[in-house]
């Protein structure tokens, strides 16, 4: 898949019951580890959750597409993801540290979509439930990133003047992803 | 170029003396446009800086590879970026704003990469100048990404058990980036 195709990605809440097999996730993995970093310090670490057990004991913690909540909540044994990435740093994490998460996480969630399976990049859980599933520290737990192979295609649409970046579900259930439009994003000097 | 060839894509601080014409540049912020960020908010704004006279008032207040310092200085007229995207905030950052930033910026390192422009993200510079200079609030400013034609080629390597991720040049002048490898970094739970 070419960059421009890839760049259609975007983020998915419902998965397909289907185990993703583990050179998959290494290779999504890999992109993390080549992606940008502040000074190359490397300061990001991963625990990639794939076990039935932990997987279904993290769930229950995380949370998803508040403006449509509850419509885009994953259902165990029908909806929910498969597996886990849990981000977390070497240290306390100051700001370059969650931009060098970005970085990573973006990185990985391309990796996945170029093999057909969808991520849920995961800022709203309970840090101390999920830090304690983990056993890390919860200061120093980033994100989580959810997989699954893609249970549905949400549309990104340009957002008209004026309009607002609210997402939404049409009458068919697809998920609407309304993005500025890079004339409104950019001043050129 | 498929993604996996992308994700070779390594940061350059050597350009070439050639124009970036408009176009790539606007194809680079579509990337930044898609790119994930919390809650759809986008709350992230660019300024590209293209002109000869702004490219050179910003440019004194950059700094380049602290670790082969100043070795890695690009030199005006020489090897100098061409262009520079400014990363700004609609209001004062937060941690996820700082995560929104690196994967924006990670999205169009991949697509100029993809074009053959090189790019180098940029967290250490003079916030006051820089601001000053593109007319925007100081402590909404984040990053920096420097752009211009590939002037270099640096190599990513794996760390050895035990070893350094310090980025060095070697006898050829060629700079090496180690980075661990995904065993390093990974748990599986």
Chains 1, 2 share one sequence.
């Not at 057990?53 to 508040?66: L, S, W």
């Not at 981000?87 to 170029?114: C, K, R």
């Not at 980033?142 to 579900?169: Q, R």
Request: proline fraction near 6%.
């Amino acid at each position: 898949m070419n960059f421009d195709e890839l760049l259609k990605r975007r983020t998915v809440r419902r998965f397909l019951q289907k185990e993703i097999p583990v050179e998959k996730l290494k290779k999504i993995l890999e992109a993390a580890r080549r992606a940008s970093c502040a000074r190359n310090a490397q300061r990001l670490r991963y625990i990639a959750a794939v076990s039935t057990q932990k997987v279904e004991e993290i769930f229950p913690h995380t949370a998803y597409a508040g403006s449509v909540s509850p419509r885009r909540n994953p259902v165990p044994g029908v909806t929910a993801p498969k597996a886990f990435i849990a981000v977390y740093g070497t240290e306390e994490p100051d700001n370059m540290l969650y931009a060098d998460a970005g970085a990573a996480i973006q990185s990985m969630e391309f990796t996945a979509w170029e093999e057909g399976i969808g991520s849920c990049w995961i800022g709203s859980f309970s840090k101390e439930k999920v830090a304690a599933i983990l056993g890390v520290e919860k200061s120093r737990l980033l994100f989580l990133v959810a997989l699954g192979w893609k249970g549905e295609d949400p549309v990104m649409e340009d957002i008209p003047s004026g309009g607002s970046p609210k997402y939404f579900l049409d009458e068919k259930d697809v998920l609407h992803i309304p993005k500025y439009t890079v004339d409104a994003l950019t001043k050129w000097v």
